[in-house]
């Protein structure tokens, strides 16, 4: 018998994408096993959303290098979207990884890894599948048995200038909405409480089946599945943020209350240059309109500081937005040069020096450590509902999180994950709270 182990990089998407391979490789008779060392077969899932990401890759390779040299039957395989991007360069750089898979071939994967021992020489497999609406690989062997990942649509159409994403996913392509219906249902059959909805731009969905439905009317369907606990979904572009999902936020109480709405820059200005579709004020109004609900929705966002051509005046409307909305989390990011993207252009002539770039971020940063942890100052005392994932980095504690998206830590009780607590919060810190079942 083989066995195979995956390593992922990247975002949620990939983190599913690699779920739905194990699925497909378990299905095949291969075994999953705990390390690199231990496996007949590697797959080793991209990012190259920053240069950092790709570097990341290169050196991973040249680490299984050495298990390629101990073991010559062993098969190293590169997916996602640095396979996607790169193609043939890869092989180039790397002559002994056997196979890259662009991220629309998945489910050609087995037979993939037949061909390579077959004929003994590296495969390249990146075509786009022309095919509106993705492969469906529906053996997918998952993370843990109570939260399930369930992608919607993949790709983008949007080409912000700054981002690969539409050159590695491709166009937007979506599932019929009966389709994921269905393993909604299934999932919930098999005992699981939460959804995460996935999608690089979930809430432009636009379902291909006779239904029609926008992302609003599948949003309130799948929270309706009976059963369901908890319904999450990211990420969303404020272009796309229509009032009809708010109302089907407020109005269901399965779906949980936080959104994530990557705003990346708050000047106009650079939001133009980025071609991100939206205004300062037009991302103000959705903010408005959410913090306008019955239902206290915890907001998150991306940001990325040093986007070419951005000033210190346009670095300061930055702060000012974020001092403003109050995130209860932000992912902030230095501006890297992408490959294929309309902004490298802009870099040649107007980059952001990097210790500006860096000085930048730590001032953002610094601000969003203050706000979050007032925000979690004013929990202390409250009661959270708390779905328990599992044991604390520290190996003693557990962990889980509320419907808000935030982490409470809690002293061992007789707890198992995917369970419901009440915890009363006694405790915070920046990034997460302390608390006691009650
Ligand atoms: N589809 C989502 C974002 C997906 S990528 C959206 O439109 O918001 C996740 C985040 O990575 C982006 O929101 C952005 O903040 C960051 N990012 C993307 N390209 C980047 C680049 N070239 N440099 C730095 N950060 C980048
Ligand atoms: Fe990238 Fe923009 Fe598409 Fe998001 S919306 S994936 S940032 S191109
Ligand atoms: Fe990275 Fe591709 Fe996801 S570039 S963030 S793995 S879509």
Not at 20 to 30: C, N, T
Not at 58 to 65: A, C, K, M, N
Not at 189 to 201: F, M, P, R, T
Not at 292 to 310: C, H, N, R, Y
Request: glycine share 6%; proline share 6%; charged share 25%.
């Amino acid at each position: 018998m083989k066995t195979f182990y995956i390593e992922t990089h990247g975002c949620q998407m990939n983190v599913h994408d690699s779920e739905k391979v194990a699925g497909l490789l378990a299905g095949r008779g291969l075994i999953p096993v705990a390390s690199p060392e231990a496996a007949d077969v590697l797959l080793l899932n991209t990012c190259s959303i920053r240069e950092k990401a790709e570097q990341k890759v290169y050196s991973r390779l040249g680490e299984f290098r050495a298990l390629k040299k101990r073991k010559p039957s062993f098969v190293l395989a590169v997916l996602g979207c640095v396979a996607q991007q790169e193609a043939m360069d890869l092989i180039e750089k790397a002559p002994f990884v056997d196979l890259v898979v662009g991220t629309h071939r998945y489910h050609e994967i087995p037979h993939l890894l037949e061909q390579v021992r077959v004929h003994g020489r590296p495969i390249v497999r990146i075509e786009r599948m022309e095919d509106p609406e993705p492969v469906e690989i529906d053996t997918v062997l998952r993370e843990n048995n109570f939260r399930a990942n369930v992608t919607i649509m993949e790709g983008c159409n949007k080409f912000c200038t700054f981002c690969v994403v539409p050159h590695t996913r491709g166009p937007e392509r979506c599932r019929p909405s009966w389709q994921i219906l269905e393993e909604v249902r299934r999932l919930v059959d098999a005992g699981y409480v939460e959804v995460l909805l996935l999608g690089q731009n979930i809430d432009s969905y636009q379902d291909p089946s006779s239904r029609k439905w926008k992302f609003a009317e599948l949003l309130k369907a799948i929270g309706e599945v009976p059963g369901i606990r908890r319904v999450r979904f990211t990420t969303n572009h404020p272009k796309d943020f229509t009032p009809d999902i708010l109302a089907v936020l407020e109005r269901t109480p399965t779906i949980c209350n936080w959104v994530h709405l990557p705003v990346q820059s708050g000047s106009s200005r650079v939001l133009r240059r980025m071609k991100r579709l939206y205004n300062l004020d037009e991302y103000l109004d959705i903010i408005n309109s959410i913090k306008t609900l019955e239902k206290k929705i915890a907001l998150s966002t991306d940001i990325i500081v040093g986007f070419p051509g951005e000033t210190d005046e346009d670095f300061e409307e930055t702060l000012s937005l974020v001092d403003r909305v109050q995130y209860e989390s932000i992912f902030s990011f230095k501006y890297s040069p992408r490959p294929n993207t309309p902004a490298l252009k802009l870099e040649a002539r107007e980059g952001v020096p990097e210790t500006a770039k860096q000085w930048r971020l730590n001032r953002l940063q610094s601000m969003q450590r203050r706000i979050q942890e007032h925000q979690n100052r004013q929990l202390v005392g409250t009661v959270q509902e708390v779905l328990v994932e599992g044991r604390a980095r520290d190996g003693e504690k557990w962990f889980g999180r509320t419907p808000s998206n935030k982490i409470v830590n809690f002293d061992p009780d007789h707890v198992v994950p995917g369970q419901f607590l009440d915890i009363l919060i006694v405790g915070f810190g920046p990034n997460s709270l302390q608390g006691q079942p009650v």
